[in-house]
Each structure stands twice: as structure tokens, then as C-alpha cells.
């Protein structure tokens, strides 16, 4: 099992950042990518963007591209999402999750419960 709490959301206003984080436990090493999701009301679910635990390697949704940001600390066993200028767009509820690698993003395993990100226009 892995557990994975996350933190950091609030309220920004459109153009401004926001950095969440992810504090993972348990056997991470099951979970070969650790990554971001987010689902807006009245939306499905949606990948945003993930990263290896050996290698750094990225990948991001195109909606975010060149704006967020997806870095770990393997010594805290932590992963981080900075999100720069932010749009009302961005406005979800973001979940961080443990898993494998897909074909452009991953697949979640284990989830966090979620923190909220709300960009007021």
C-alpha cells in the first residue's frame, strides 16, 4: 500500500502560482511514476502530469504545458506541482497519484484525497 497526502491548495488570482505537494508513504517503490490529476465540477477526471522516482523524467498534459511544473525530492519522498500564471481554467480539485507509467501520462494506483485549487478571475 502507499499512502499519499497532499497539501497546499488555496484560492490565487488568475495569472498568479500556487505549489502543491505530495508526501507519499508506505511501498513507493511498488509505483514506478508518481503524478497529478485534477477534476473540475461537473468534469471527469483528468491526467496532468507525472514523473519517474529514478530518472525525473516528465510529461505533461498540453492545457498545462510550459506552465506547471512537476519536480520530486526523493529524500522526503515528496512531489511537488508549481503552477504558474494561473487561469480561472485551473480550477479543480487536484489529486496526486502513485502508479505506472502509460503511453503520455499514467495510470493511478493509490490516491491522495484530493486539495482544492481555486483561480478567481
Known amino acids: 500500500q502507499v499512502q499519499l497526502v497532499e497539501s497546499g491548495g488555496g484560492l490565487v488570482q488568475a495569472g498568479g502560482s500556487l505549489r502543491v505537494s505530495c508526501a507519499a508513504s508506505?511501498?513507493?517503490?511498488?509505483?514506478?511514476?508518481m503524478g497529478w490529476f485534477r477534476q473540475a465540477p461537473g468534469k471527469e477526471r483528468e491526467f496532468v502530469a507525472r514523473i519517474s522516482w529514478s530518472g525525473g523524467v516528465t510529461i505533461y498534459a498540453d492545457s498545462v504545458k510550459g506552465r506547471f511544473t512537476i519536480s520530486r525530492d526523493n529524500a522526503k519522498n515528496t512531489v511537488y506541482l508549481q503552477m504558474n500564471s494561473l487561469k480561472p481554467e485551473d480550477t479543480a480539485v487536484y489529486y496526486c497519484?502513485?502508479?505506472?507509467?502509460?503511453?503520455?501520462?499514467?495510470?493511478?494506483?493509490?490516491w491522495g484525497q484530493g486539495t482544492q485549487v481555486t483561480v478567481s478571475s
Open positions: 497519484a502513485a502508479g505506472r507509467f502509460t503511453r503520455g501520462g499514467m495510470r493511478g494506483d493509490y
Open positions: 508506505g511501498r513507493t517503490a511498488s509505483s514506478d511514476a
